[in-house]
C-alpha cells in the first residue's frame, strides 16, 4: 500500500501535522531533516522539532525530536523527543519578534544609499 504522502520532509511534515490535528492533538511538526523510506511505505525522520500544548495548561513545549515516523498498518504517526522547553505564548511572540526586528534592522543597516 502506497503512502499517502511522497517520500519528502515537506510533504511529510504537512501530512503529519494534518494527521496529529485530524486526531485532536495539538502538535506541529517543523524542520524535519534526516528523514528516510522504510520498507513498503513506512517512513521516518530522525531530526526536527515539535510545538505541542497540553489541554488546559498556558504555553507550547518545543521539543527535539529523536524520531517521527509513520507506520502503514496502523496509520499512526509516532514521535519521541529529547529535550523540551516550555514557553508560554506570549514569551514565544517577543523572542520571534525580536528577532524579525534584528533581522530587518540588519538589513536597513546594510543597504547603500
Known amino acids: 500500500m502506497a503512502a499517502p504522502f511522497s517520500y519528502d520532509p515537506v510533504s511529510f511534515t504537512s501530512f503529519a501535522n494534518s494527521r496529529m490535528k485530524a ?3 495539538d502538535v506541529v511538526f517543523r524542520n524535519l531533516a534526516l528523514c528516510r523510506r522504510d520498507g513498503s511505505s513506512s517512513y ?3 531530526e526536527g522539532d515539535v510545538l505541542r500544548r497540553e489541554a488546559g495548561q498556558p504555553g507550547r513545549e518545543l521539543c527535539r525530536l529523536r524520531l517521527v515516523g509513520y507506520h502503514p498498518a496502523t496509520r499512526s504517526i509516532n514521535y519521541v523527543t529529547q529535550g523540551c522547553i516550555k514557553k508560554t505564548d ?3 511572540l517577543k523572542e520571534q519578534s525580536e528577532k524579525l526586528l534584528r533581522k530587518g534592522l540588519d538589513v536597513l543597516e546594510n543597504l547603500n544609499p
Request: glycine share 12%; with cysteine.
Open 44 to 46: 521516518r525522520c530522525l
Open 90 to 92: 506570549q514569551q514565544r
Open 23 to 25: 486526531q485532536g492533538k
